[in-house]
């Protein structure tokens, strides 16, 4: 049956003639004959090959609860009112067992008290559950004592070389290149400085905005003398110097200028230099200079700073979101609360539940779910090595301390971990929990993506034995652009909990040719059902794209979409039918409704299962 399946037609979208999403009256075209297709079933397109309606394939629809006219008051949050209306457009019962659960009683939080080795060097987070310290990128080992390098190099080891445990650099011990112009590039090679931690290249020579590290044997945690100015790969210099030799860079098509690096005009020497090379998770001017939040998953819990990635929890908290406080210590806000000193990490911010000393409320809903804080070394050191803000994670720190959405392809990676994190559903008892997420060795919560890229080849290290490149083959569709979609022997999104019958056309490729056809035998009255059973579901699963509206940013982002639209629509002029599918909303339909929630109460029906 899936074999065959490999086209799903959203309806009004740009494969429909205007006339059609308008609901107006057209003629309808046949098939061309000897064209052979067939549909899957239930097949809902309206008028068949003769012209004739068909008793066989159209309006074969069965009961569901989103036939029903929506019910805009209930007399309950969980009454048979309220649950029709949220649960429309779904298959089978987990919606509204999701909402009539007994819900169970909320326990005091489990604090640990166990101690890890060497305090953890005064470098990583000491888990006080297990006993083991999390260390940032540039340390290892049981206590994080271990200098764990990264450095900026020429070439990767050769399988000859299988005796080499260190990764292959090509650095000085001050951090510049061993010569620039020896052969070999990979994308770490610095003409410059190189951060050996994270092989990160920042300004070099003499410049005015070069990189000055810390002094040898400084405390953990010592910040350098200067930040510096980090330069791109992009921005790294052809030649050796304005008149000099060619460099790596120019020996494999490089060609940015001496001068419009490390000239009295370039960009390491002059503030608003012409050539600019900002690609680190800095404000501007982009040294260093202007302190600015950087991007970690719930940042901190507000009880830790972020360093690129990697959260140093305050005294006594820990958890991969500091979110936890040993025991026997004092429970203080955090810093994101009010009048406790960063309020725009609200933003981004959220105490789970579980975290809270007293909780909220005496009851919980179901599933529970013990999120595992995963080895720095699958999650939090991937955004440490990442480099390049706008990538790995679908949010981003900017200038003044504002945090916005990114346009990463594959940023529902780590919001689903950061919304896991901050969720009501979050456990931190495993005797209690429903579903584990993150055990070590499940790839769930791991980074995996942003390890494809762009860390795998930046430098000589990690390696996981991972192939070196990989087709994006579900990355190239652009959300609501193709109202066709070729989806050989796969579901669509959600496609067994939705009921997609009811909003959409499957269609097998053999009938690709008739697909204009196809759609043009729709009925207007069966394409404003199907819009009208869209517009009660699209709020769980939009298609193209998942509604993610859990996290505190993305709800604070379309609550402002729909301010700004209501005043769109306010000064048009236009009235709407009440009635009408595509009625302006005055908010989102349900905030706990949305992707998100749909995998919670789709996880719940399935807690029978586990036991």
Same mark, same amino acid.
């Given at each position: 049956?899936?074999?065959?399946?490999?086209?799903?037609?959203?309806?009004?979208?740009?494969?429909? *003639? *205007?006339?059609?999403?308008?609901?107006?009256?057209?003629?309808?075209?046949?098939?061309?004959?000897?064209?052979?297709?067939? !549909?899957?079933?239930?097949?809902?397109?309206?008028?068949?090959?003769?012209? %004739?309606?068909?008793?066989?394939?159209?309006?074969?629809?069965?009961?569901?609860?989103?036939?029903?006219?929506?019910?805009?008051?209930?007399?309950?949050?969980?009454?048979?009112?309220?649950?029709?209306?949220?649960?429309?457009? +779904?298959?089978?019962?987990?919606?509204?067992?999701?909402?009539?659960?007994?819900?169970?009683?909320?326990?005091? +939080?489990?604090?640990?008290?166990?101690?890890?080795?060497?305090?953890?060097?005064?470098?990583?987070?000491?888990?006080?559950?297990?006993?083991?310290?999390?260390?940032?990128?540039?340390?290892?080992?049981?206590?994080?004592?271990?200098? +764990?390098?990264?450095? &900026?190099?020429?070439?990767?080891?050769?399988?000859?070389?299988?005796?080499?445990?260190?990764?292959?650099?090509?650095?000085?011990?001050?951090?510049?290149?061993?010569?620039?112009?020896?052969?070999?590039?990979?994308?770490?090679? &610095?003409?410059?400085?190189?951060?050996?931690?994270?092989?990160?290249?920042?300004?070099?020579?003499?410049?005015?905005?070069?990189?000055?590290?810390?002094?040898?044997?400084?405390?953990?945690?010592?910040?350098?003398?200067?930040?510096?100015?980090?330069?791109?790969?992009? &921005? %790294?210099?052809?030649?050796?110097?304005?008149?000099?030799?060619?460099?790596?860079?120019?020996?494999?098509?490089?060609?940015?200028?001496?001068?419009?690096?490390?000239?009295?005009?370039?960009?390491?020497?002059?503030?608003?230099?012409?050539?600019?090379?900002?690609?680190?998770?800095?404000?501007?001017?982009?040294?260093?200079?202007?302190?600015?939040?950087?991007?970690?998953?719930?940042?901190?819990?507000?009880?830790?700073?972020?360093?690129?990635?990697?959260?140093?929890?305050?005294?006594? @908290?820990?958890? %991969?979101?500091?979110?936890?406080?040993?025991?026997?210590?004092?429970?203080?806000?955090?810093?994101?609360?009010?009048?406790?000193?960063?309020?725009?990490?609200?933003?981004?911010?959220?105490?789970?539940?579980?975290?809270?000393?007293?909780?909220?409320?005496?009851? =919980?809903? =179901?599933?529970?779910?013990?999120?595992?804080?995963?080895?720095?070394?699958?999650?939090?050191?991937?955004?440490?090595?990442?480099?390049?803000?706008?990538? &790995?994670?679908?949010?981003?720190?900017?200038?003044?301390?504002?945090?916005?959405?990114?346009?990463?392809?594959?940023?529902?990676?780590?919001? !689903?971990?950061?919304?896991? !994190? %901050?969720?009501?559903?979050?456990?931190?008892?495993?005797?209690?929990? /429903?579903?584990?997420?993150?055990?070590?060795?499940?790839?769930?919560?791991?980074?995996?993506?942003?390890?494809?890229?762009?860390?795998?080849?930046?430098?000589?290290?990690?390696? @996981?034995?991972?192939?070196?490149?990989?087709?994006?083959?579900?990355?190239?569709?652009?959300?609501?652009?193709?109202?066709? #979609?070729?989806?050989?022997?796969?579901?669509?999104?959600?496609?067994?909990?939705?009921?997609? /019958?009811?909003? *959409?056309?499957?269609?097998?490729?053999?009938?690709?040719?008739?697909?204009?056809?196809?759609?043009?035998?729709?009925?207007?009255?069966?394409?404003?059902?199907?819009?009208?059973?869209?517009? #009660?579901?699209?709020?769980?699963?939009?298609?193209? @794209?998942?509604?993610?509206?859990?996290?505190?940013?993305?709800?604070?982002?379309?609550?402002?979409?729909?301010?700004?639209?209501?005043?769109?629509?306010?000064?048009?002029?236009?009235?709407?039918?009440?009635?009408?599918?595509?009625?302006?909303?005055?908010?989102?339909? *349900? @905030?706990?409704?949305?992707?998100?929630?749909?995998?919670?109460?789709?996880?719940?029906?399935?807690?029978?299962?586990?036991?």
């Amino acid at each position: 049956m899936l074999q065959t399946l490999s086209v799903i037609l959203l309806l009004c979208t740009s494969a429909l *003639s *205007s006339a059609s999403c308008r609901g107006e009256s057209q003629e309808h075209l046949t098939i061309p004959p000897g064209l052979k297709y067939e !549909l899957g079933e239930p097949v809902l397109v309206g008028q068949a090959a003769t012209g %004739q309606q068909s008793d066989t394939t159209a309006e074969r629809v069965r009961p569901r609860l989103a036939d029903q006219e929506p019910i805009e008051a209930d007399g309950g949050v969980n009454s048979d009112a309220a649950v029709r209306r949220r649960c429309a457009g +779904v298959r089978g019962t987990w919606c509204g067992e999701f909402f009539r659960q007994a819900q169970v009683a909320t326990k005091p +939080v489990p604090r640990g008290s166990t101690e890890c080795p060497g305090a953890c060097s005064g470098w990583g987070n000491c888990n006080h559950d297990t006993g083991r310290c999390a260390c940032p990128a540039g340390r290892g080992g049981p206590d994080c004592g271990q200098e +764990v390098k990264r450095p &900026c190099t020429h070439r990767y080891r050769r399988p000859d070389e299988h005796n080499l445990s260190l990764p292959m650099g090509h650095i000085n011990p001050d951090g510049s290149d061993i010569d620039v112009r020896k052969p070999g590039w990979v994308a770490s090679r &610095c003409f410059g400085h190189c951060w050996d931690d994270v092989a990160a290249c920042f300004c070099g020579e003499d410049s005015k905005f070069r990189r000055i590290p810390a002094p040898p044997g400084s405390p953990p945690w010592t910040p350098p003398l200067q930040w510096g100015r980090p330069l791109a790969d992009g &921005c %790294q210099p052809s030649k050796v110097d304005r008149d000099g030799q060619l460099t790596f860079v120019a020996r494999v098509g490089g060609t940015t200028k001496y001068e419009n690096i490390y000239g009295p005009e370039g960009w390491c020497n002059k503030v608003e230099a012409e050539t600019r090379c900002c690609h680190l998770e800095m404000a501007w001017p982009c040294d260093g200079s202007t302190p600015m939040e950087t991007t970690c998953a719930n940042q901190c819990g507000g009880h830790g700073d972020c360093f690129f990635g990697f959260c140093r929890c305050h005294p006594d @908290w820990y958890g %991969q979101d500091c979110s936890r406080k040993k025991a026997g210590s004092d429970m203080e806000p955090g810093m994101h609360e009010q009048g406790q000193g960063r309020p725009w990490l609200a933003a981004a911010t959220v105490t789970p539940p579980a975290a809270l000393p007293v909780p909220a409320l005496p009851t =919980r809903p =179901r599933p529970l779910i013990y999120v595992y804080d995963v080895p720095p070394d699958f999650t939090f050191r991937m955004l440490q090595y990442r480099l390049i803000p706008h990538v &790995c994670t679908w949010r981003r720190w900017f200038d003044y301390n504002v945090t916005d959405t990114v346009p990463w392809t594959y940023g529902v990676e780590t919001l !689903l971990h950061e919304v896991m !994190l %901050q969720s009501e559903h979050r456990t931190f008892d495993p005797e209690e929990a /429903d579903f584990f997420y993150g055990k070590r060795g499940r790839a769930v919560p791991m980074y995996i993506t942003c390890y494809f890229w762009p860390i795998m080849g930046w430098a000589d290290s990690p390696w @996981w034995h991972a192939p070196f490149a990989g087709e994006r083959a579900c990355g190239r569709a652009r959300a609501g652009r193709e109202g066709v #979609r070729v989806m050989d022997g796969v579901h669509a999104v959600f496609e067994s909990i939705l009921d997609w /019958d009811a909003f *959409s056309l499957r269609i097998r490729e053999s009938a690709l040719e008739a697909v204009p056809q196809i759609l043009e035998a729709v009925t207007p009255e069966r394409l404003a059902r199907m819009q009208r059973q869209l517009a #009660r579901v699209w709020h769980r699963c939009v298609p193209e @794209w998942f509604a993610y509206t859990s996290h505190p940013l993305l709800r604070a982002r379309i609550d402002e979409r729909y301010r700004i639209q209501g005043g769109r629509l306010a000064g048009s002029g236009i009235q709407v039918p009440p009635e009408h599918p595509f009625r302006p909303l005055p908010r989102f339909p *349900s @905030w706990n409704d949305d992707a998100f929630g749909t995998i919670m109460q789709w996880l719940y029906h399935r807690i029978a299962d586990t036991r």
